[in-house]
Antibody, heavy 120, light 108 residues
Framework: QVQLVESGGGVVQPGRSLRLSCAAS????????MHWVRQAPGKGLQWVAV????????YYADSMKGRLTISRDSSRNTLFLQMNNLRAEDTAVYYC?????????????WGQGALVTVSS | EIVMTQSPATLSVSPGERATLSCRAS??????LAWYQQRPGQAPRLLIY???TRATGTPARFSGSGSGTEFTLTISSLQSEDSAVYFC??????????FGQGTKLEIK
């Protein structure tokens, strides 16, 4: 069965960097675009970034553009999110998610989430 | 950017009754809209995609309707486990993919 498992969350000081990982299994990782979606405490869902199935196309939310790099390693079936110059408002649970189908941007598969807390 | 607006913010309904949740888009989405259920401490769960297609595992009491800019999620015969926050999401024009702010459904 499809599994997505995030890791790398934690407490980080403002201005520092953090890299999240998402280990994927149960499907052909190299066939699907992958997304990051975040949720600040008590708030709604915010799409963060997407990377195409082959890694050639990447898009980011404007609020984080310039501070993010999404990448993937298909040999390790792993998705990454490098976050730089973190701010307090980046505090959130970060989910990796996979679309239901390659041409449908609805997320059927979600990880359990990684909590990132930006605080001094 | 397409703005998604959900109403009401909170809805309180008795068990066995019907709940109707609304989602409005600032531009036409065709039918590229999804609904999610999120219980406390859990990841969101896809209920509906394509505005009206139930995802695998979604109970039949959940139904989606609408097209263009106006969409509805209807939950017939509410059960206690339906207490959650419900989000709509558009995937017609991206980036960015955008979500509504959510409707909190309380079971009386």
């Amino acid at each position: 069965q499809v599994q997505l498992v995030e890791s790398g969350g934690g407490v980080v000081q403002p201005g520092r960097s953090l890299r999240l990982s998402c280990a994927a299994s149960g499907f052909t990782f190299s066939s699907y675009a992958m997304h990051w979606v975040r949720q600040a405490p008590g708030k709604g869902l915010q799409w963060v970034a997407v990377i195409s199935f082959d890694g050639t196309n990447k898009y980011y939310a404007d609020s984080m553009k310039g501070r993010l790099t999404i990448s993937r390693d298909s040999s390790r079936n792993t998705l990454f999110l490098q976050m730089n110059n973190l701010r307090a408002e980046d505090t959130a649970v970060y989910y990796c998610a996979r679309q239901l189908y390659s041409d449908t941007g609805a997320y059927y598969y979600w990880g359990q989430g990684a909590l990132v807390t930006v605080s001094s | 950017e397409i703005v998604m607006t959900q109403s009401p913010a909170t809805l309180s309904v008795s068990p066995g009754e019907r709940a109707t949740l609304s989602c409005r888009a600032s531009q036409s989405l065709n039918s590229n809209l999804a609904w999610y259920q999120q219980r406390p401490g859990q990841a969101p769960r896809l209920l509906i995609y394509g505005a009206s297609t139930r995802a695998t595992g979604t109970p039949a009491r959940f139904s989606g309707s609408g097209s263009g800019t106006e969409f509805t999620l209807t939950i017939s015969s509410l059960q206690s486990e339906d207490s959650a926050v419900y989000f709509c999401q558009q995937y017609n024009n991206w980036p960015p993919y955008t979500f509504g702010q959510g409707t909190k459904l309380e079971i009386k």
